[in-house]
């Protein structure tokens, strides 16, 4: 199991209210450090396949560079239009002021 | 809210149409809900018209907004095909092609704007199949298949359609002559310098640009056409696509009593000078309270969520319009960001040296951003476009040396 944790960077690396972009294979990931902790994405728009790495990071949301499709950071929820279907979300973990996130 | 039965008919089928149904039934189960459009599709998305779906990259049957299934479970009847010839304020009937008939206690109007039409002396030219113009899915069709087989196209009107289209077809490798009657690209609302550095970027690949140019005549040889411009320079072409801008949707109400000012013009309730009657998107001019001014936007945000405020308060909720204007451009890798308003200002700044990095022009009236305009190699400005809007709509006083430092973060000013 210990091999499903990844590691993203140090935890100084990200700035709080704000995002780093995360690849992994052929996949992307956004990590968010928010007030109350860490938190990871899909690092692509549900909407029309945009990268999320250049968007707004604000109370807990995530709005789209590109059509300002809002999601809900923590529960991958899309709050307002037109996003309409949920980014995935996934588990991080703070160990050593690193931040690591499970992308199984 | 009174949840009884009402009739709500919506009459055109874009973007405004199709979040006003969805919006209307978050608050009312019960009504009739109907859209009535002239598309023989359900409403979908026009930003790919013009890049994606002409280079291949996007089906067009993966742009509409909403799936039949979504109309179908939430009860909302889409009538495709419907020209409206007539529309009855007093009786509140609207008439049309196919012996359509149809009631309403509350009317919706988001007929969008339709293309302003190129004036040239022979007219016999305008039905040719090689001189095109984009609004639809079917003309965004034709033009996918003209731009491969096109040797040496030509557009007329440097908009944003125009250069979107222009990029797209230098996708194909083939390099267009683009020909504008004004000084520069994009109106006199875009800044003058990111107006050059998208000019730049398309003399880069290829593109060819004519301005202060003004179309004396187009006539047509052999399969070719020689378009004449007014210093008699002559360009020859055998693909003609014409953006020469939009004008409101509004010929069916022309002679009735609604006030038509650049658009129907409504409050920022979306209501417009008759009792039940709304507008929303493209069609309206509304009353924008946060600027105090009139205003109508062609624009893919605006149209959504104008649509969704008319369905509030169509609905009865009675909750004022007062979104920060918002739009956007895809030409190449390029990303141009507006928001708010950005010819009626008292100062400006700009933040950031070039477009790797994102380069932005601040307009303030105040000490308040009013207006701002960025650039960038992908989505670099969208971040401080959407902080921008977000200062402006608090009416946040902020400084020129701040807003241009870009070491300095504009989250922490809210």
């Known amino acids: 199991m210990s091999d499903d944790w990844k590691l993203v960077c140090k935890v100084e690396d990200i700035e709080m209210e704000d995002l780093i972009r995360f690849d992994h294979d052929d996949k992307t990931f956004c990590v968010y450090r928010l007030e109350d902790g860490f938190y990871a994405t899909d690092g692509i728009c549900t909407h029309e396949a945009v990268h999320l790495e250049e968007g707004l990071v604000m109370d807990s949301e995530i709005e789209c560079p590109m059509h300002q499709g809002i999601f809900d950071i923590k529960s991958g929820k899309a709050v307002s239009p037109p996003a309409c279907d949920d980014l995935k979300t996934y588990p991080v973990k703070v160990e050593n002021e690193e931040v690591y996130i499970n992308i199984n | ?414």
């Not at chain 2, 039934?25 to 009504?31: E, F, T």
């Not at chain 2, 009786?91 to 988001?110: E, F, M, P, Q, V």
């Not at chain 2, 050059?196 to 290829?206: A, M, N, S, Y």
């Not at chain 2, 409101?248 to 109400?253: E, I, L, Y």
């Open chain 2, 1 to 414: 809210m009174k949840n009884e039965h009402k009739n709500i008919l919506i009459i055109g089928g874009g973007q405004a149409s199709a979040y006003a149904s969805q919006e209307i039934r978050k608050h009312d189960s019960k009504s009739t809900v109907t859209i009535v459009t002239e598309e023989k599709f359900l409403p979908y998305e026009r930003p790919p018209l013009s890049k994606n779906c002409l280079v291949d990259k996007r089906k067009y049957e993966d742009c509409l907004f909403f799936s039949e299934k979504f109309y179908d479970e939430n009860n909302i009847e889409v009538k495709k095909n419907i020209h409206i010839n007539n529309i009855d304020f007093n009786k509140k009937i609207i008439t049309g092609n196919s012996n359509c008939k149809l009631s309403y206690d509350k009317l919706l109007i988001a007929t969008g704007s339709k293309n302003r039409e190129l004036e040239f002396e022979n007219n016999d030219l305008k039905n040719e199949e090689n001189i095109l113009y984009l609004r639809n899915i079917d003309d965004s069709k034709k033009i996918n298949l003209k731009i491969k087989e096109c040797n040496n196209p030509v557009i007329i009107g440097c908009g944003f359609i125009g250069l979107e289209i222009a990029a797209s077809i230098s996708q194909f490798e083939k390099k267009v002559t683009l020909i504008e009657k004004s000084s520069q690209l994009m109106g006199r609302v875009i800044p003058e310098e990111i107006s050059k550095l998208v000019k730049l970027k398309h003399e880069q690949e290829g593109n060819i640009f004519f301005l202060n140019s003004n179309i004396k005549k187009i006539e047509k040889e052999n399969k070719e056409f020689v378009i004449t411009l007014d210093f008699n320079k002559e360009i020859k072409t055998d693909l003609i696509i014409i953006g020469v801008g939009s004008i409101p949707n509004t010929s069916v109400f022309e002679n009735s009593e609604l006030i038509i000012e650049n658009g129907i013009k409504v409050n920022e309730f979306c209501q417009s000078s008759i009792e039940d009657v709304f507008a929303a998107g493209d069609v309206a001019n509304f009353y924008h309270p946060h600027y105090g001014k009139y205003m109508r936007l062609e624009s893919y945000k605006h149209a959504q969520n104008h649509g969704i405020f008319a369905a509030k308060n169509i609905c009865g909720l009675k909750e004022s319009y007062v979104d920060i204007p918002w739009m956007w451009s895809d030409q190449f890798d390029l990303n141009l960001q507006l928001s708010g308003v950005c010819d009626d200002y008292d100062d400006m700044v700009s933040r950031g040296k070039d477009i790797r990095e994102g380069i932005i022009y601040f307009f303030l009236k105040k000490n308040i951003i009013h207006g701002a305009c960025g650039l960038a190699i992908g989505g670099k400005v969208a971040k401080n476009i959407r902080l921008a809007s977000k200062l402006s709509e608090k009416k946040i006083k902020i400084s020129k040396e701040i807003l241009s430092d870009t070491s300095t973060k504009l989250n922490k000013y809210l």
